[in-house]
């Protein structure tokens, strides 16, 4: 019996087992023997004897994982586009109200 949810801990271990309570068709469980001596509980939808074979699971949302990503490139192109300060110019200087400040026509490409 081989543990197929990717959620739980045991995943894609190979574990032999010594018995099942309920059926494939109602919400059983399986025991297994971990290394040796350890029998562990596994409901029986997390292993490879369940009837249907689910698409594999996350703990994350769909959503979750847009979001995770936007903020990801958020990230990047705020650390690409960062100044460094010791290339940024002069000193700053106090702004004059009758001279406006030049604004820098370049832009980030990245």
Same mark, same amino acid.
């Given at each position: ?6 959620? /739980?801990? &045991?995943?894609?271990? $190979? +574990?032999? &087992? ?6 494939? +068709?109602?919400?059983? /469980?399986?025991?297994?023997? /971990?290394?040796?001596?350890? +029998? =562990? ?7 490879? &004897? @369940? ?8 703990? =994350?949302?769909?959503? !979750?994982?847009?979001? =995770? +990503? !936007?903020?990801?490139? $958020?990230?990047? $192109?705020? =650390?690409?586009? !960062? ?7 002069? !000193? *700053? ?7 406006? &400040?030049?604004?820098? /026509?370049?832009? *980030?490409? @990245?």
């Amino acid at each position: 019996m081989r543990v197929t949810d990717p959620r /739980h801990p &045991l995943f894609g271990k $190979e +574990l032999p &087992l010594v018995s099942m309570t309920g059926s494939r +068709l109602t919400r059983g /469980h399986v025991y297994v023997r /971990h290394g040796g001596k350890a +029998l =562990l509980m596994i409901p029986i939808s997390s292993t490879s &004897l @369940r009837v249907a074979a689910d698409a594999p699971r996350s703990k =994350l949302t769909g959503d !979750a994982v847009a979001s =995770l +990503l !936007a903020r990801v490139r $958020e990230i990047r $192109e705020a =650390l690409a586009c !960062a100044s460094v300060p010791e290339k940024s110019g002069p !000193a *700053c200087r106090t702004p004059d109200a009758s001279t406006p &400040l030049p604004r820098s /026509h370049r832009r *980030c490409g @990245r």
